[in-house]
Protein backbone atom coordinates (compact mmCIF):
# COMPACT_ATOMS: atom_id res chain seq x y z
CA UNK A 1 0.00 0.00 0.00
CA UNK A 2 1.27 3.51 -0.94
CA UNK A 3 -0.21 6.92 1.03
CA UNK A 4 0.05 10.15 -0.01
CA UNK A 5 -0.75 12.34 3.06
CA UNK A 6 -1.93 16.03 2.49
CA UNK A 7 -0.77 17.47 5.96
CA UNK A 8 -2.51 20.56 7.24
CA UNK A 9 -1.66 23.69 8.80
CA UNK A 10 -4.29 23.66 11.28
CA UNK A 11 -5.65 21.51 13.84
CA UNK A 12 -3.42 18.96 12.21
CA UNK A 13 -6.36 16.09 12.44
CA UNK A 14 -7.01 13.77 9.38
CA UNK A 15 -10.61 14.43 8.30
CA UNK A 16 -10.76 12.68 5.28
CA UNK A 17 -9.39 9.39 4.46
CA UNK A 18 -9.76 8.41 0.37
CA UNK A 19 -9.00 4.85 -0.87
CA UNK A 20 -8.16 3.41 -4.02
CA UNK A 21 -9.00 -0.15 -4.88
CA UNK A 22 -9.20 -2.78 -7.26
CA UNK A 23 -12.64 -4.35 -7.46
CA UNK A 24 -11.40 -7.82 -8.69
CA UNK A 25 -8.62 -8.50 -5.99
CA UNK A 26 -9.34 -10.42 -2.80
CA UNK A 27 -10.88 -9.17 -0.05
CA UNK A 28 -11.11 -5.47 -1.75
CA UNK A 29 -14.70 -5.33 -1.06
CA UNK A 30 -14.19 -5.61 2.80
CA UNK A 31 -12.29 -2.11 2.30
CA UNK A 32 -15.92 -1.02 1.73
CA UNK A 33 -17.07 0.22 5.49
CA UNK A 34 -18.58 3.81 5.65
CA UNK A 35 -19.01 6.87 3.60
CA UNK A 36 -19.13 7.05 0.16
CA UNK A 37 -18.42 4.99 -2.86
CA UNK A 38 -17.36 5.47 -6.39
CA UNK A 39 -17.27 2.73 -8.78
CA UNK A 40 -15.36 3.74 -12.00
CA UNK A 41 -15.24 0.36 -13.85
CA UNK A 42 -17.73 1.48 -16.72
CA UNK A 43 -17.05 5.83 -16.03
CA UNK A 44 -13.58 5.82 -17.60
CA UNK A 45 -11.36 4.32 -20.12
CA UNK A 46 -9.03 1.97 -18.38
CA UNK A 47 -5.18 3.02 -19.12
CA UNK A 48 -4.55 -0.77 -18.58
CA UNK A 49 -5.65 -1.21 -22.37
CA UNK A 50 -2.82 0.71 -23.62
CA UNK A 51 0.34 -1.30 -23.26
CA UNK A 52 2.37 1.57 -22.87
CA UNK A 53 0.66 2.44 -19.23
CA UNK A 54 -0.09 -0.87 -18.77
CA UNK A 55 2.59 -1.72 -16.17
CA UNK A 56 2.52 2.45 -14.50
CA UNK A 57 -0.03 3.43 -12.10
CA UNK A 58 -2.22 6.65 -11.67
CA UNK A 59 0.51 8.17 -9.50
CA UNK A 60 2.44 8.55 -12.82
CA UNK A 61 1.78 11.72 -15.07
CA UNK A 62 0.91 10.62 -18.37
CA UNK A 63 -1.42 7.83 -16.67
CA UNK A 64 -2.71 10.33 -14.39
CA UNK A 65 -3.15 12.94 -17.24
CA UNK A 66 -5.00 10.01 -19.11
CA UNK A 67 -7.25 9.12 -16.64
CA UNK A 68 -8.43 12.96 -16.12
CA UNK A 69 -8.55 13.58 -19.90
CA UNK A 70 -11.57 11.17 -20.20
CA UNK A 71 -14.50 12.31 -21.24
CA UNK A 72 -16.66 13.26 -17.77
CA UNK A 73 -13.73 12.39 -15.76
CA UNK A 74 -13.11 15.98 -14.63
CA UNK A 75 -16.89 16.13 -13.77
CA UNK A 76 -16.94 13.25 -11.95
CA UNK A 77 -14.21 14.53 -9.93
CA UNK A 78 -15.85 17.67 -9.00
CA UNK A 79 -18.98 16.34 -7.77
CA UNK A 80 -17.48 13.24 -5.89
CA UNK A 81 -15.19 15.85 -4.03
CA UNK A 82 -18.11 18.49 -3.23
CA UNK A 83 -19.83 15.31 -1.79
CA UNK A 84 -16.94 14.42 0.50
CA UNK A 85 -16.35 18.05 1.32
CA UNK A 86 -20.13 18.14 2.44
CA UNK A 87 -19.69 14.82 4.48
CA UNK A 88 -16.74 16.45 6.16
CA UNK A 89 -18.58 19.05 7.43
CA UNK A 90 -20.93 16.71 8.79
CA UNK A 91 -18.33 14.32 11.23
CA UNK A 92 -18.24 15.83 14.64
CA UNK A 93 -14.33 16.13 15.41
CA UNK A 94 -11.92 13.84 15.84
CA UNK A 95 -13.61 11.31 13.14
CA UNK A 96 -12.87 10.70 9.88
CA UNK A 97 -15.29 10.82 6.77
CA UNK A 98 -14.42 8.56 3.96
CA UNK A 99 -14.60 7.68 0.92
CA UNK A 100 -13.38 4.79 -1.76
CA UNK A 101 -12.77 4.61 -4.88
CA UNK A 102 -12.76 1.55 -7.11
CA UNK A 103 -11.60 0.13 -10.63
CA UNK A 104 -10.60 -3.19 -12.38
CA UNK A 105 -7.21 -3.27 -10.71
CA UNK A 106 -6.75 -0.46 -8.48
CA UNK A 107 -3.53 0.79 -10.52
CA UNK A 108 -4.78 3.40 -12.67
CA UNK A 109 -8.46 4.95 -12.50
CA UNK A 110 -9.21 4.93 -8.68
CA UNK A 111 -5.49 6.12 -8.30
CA UNK A 112 -5.58 9.30 -10.16
CA UNK A 113 -9.46 9.59 -9.38
CA UNK A 114 -8.46 9.33 -5.27
CA UNK A 115 -5.53 11.87 -5.55
CA UNK A 116 -7.53 14.42 -7.60
CA UNK A 117 -10.15 14.41 -5.31
CA UNK A 118 -7.71 14.47 -2.18
CA UNK A 119 -6.47 17.75 -3.72
CA UNK A 120 -9.48 19.34 -4.51
CA UNK A 121 -11.20 18.44 -0.98
CA UNK A 122 -7.75 19.45 0.94
CA UNK A 123 -7.52 22.88 -0.83
CA UNK A 124 -11.44 23.75 -0.36
CA UNK A 125 -10.62 23.15 2.97
CA UNK A 126 -7.96 25.46 2.60
CA UNK A 127 -5.16 23.44 3.80
CA UNK A 128 -6.92 23.55 7.45
CA UNK A 129 -7.00 19.93 7.84
CA UNK A 130 -5.13 16.56 6.51
CA UNK A 131 -6.16 14.06 3.76
CA UNK A 132 -4.87 11.01 3.35
CA UNK A 133 -5.10 9.07 0.49
CA UNK A 134 -4.59 5.03 0.70
CA UNK A 135 -3.76 3.47 -2.67
CA UNK A 136 -4.51 -0.77 -1.60
CA UNK A 137 -3.83 -2.44 -4.66
CA UNK A 138 -1.31 0.12 -6.29
CA UNK A 139 1.72 -2.53 -5.90
CA UNK A 140 -0.57 -5.70 -6.74
CA UNK A 141 0.06 -6.97 -10.19
CA UNK A 142 -1.39 -6.14 -12.98
CA UNK A 143 -5.03 -8.24 -13.54
CA UNK A 144 -5.58 -10.09 -17.43
CA UNK A 145 -8.34 -8.58 -19.05
Do not use: F
Not at 39 to 65: E, F, H, I, K, S
Request: net charge neutral; hydrophobic share 40%; charged share 25%.
Amino acid sequence: MKTTLLEGRGLGLVTAVIRSIGARHDGAHDLITDGLYVDLRRALRNPADDPAMRYRTGLDADVYDHVLGTPGARDLINRTAIQLHLLVDQVPVGRVARLTVACQGGRHRSVAVAEAVGRRVWAAMRGEYSVEIEHHHIDHPVLPA
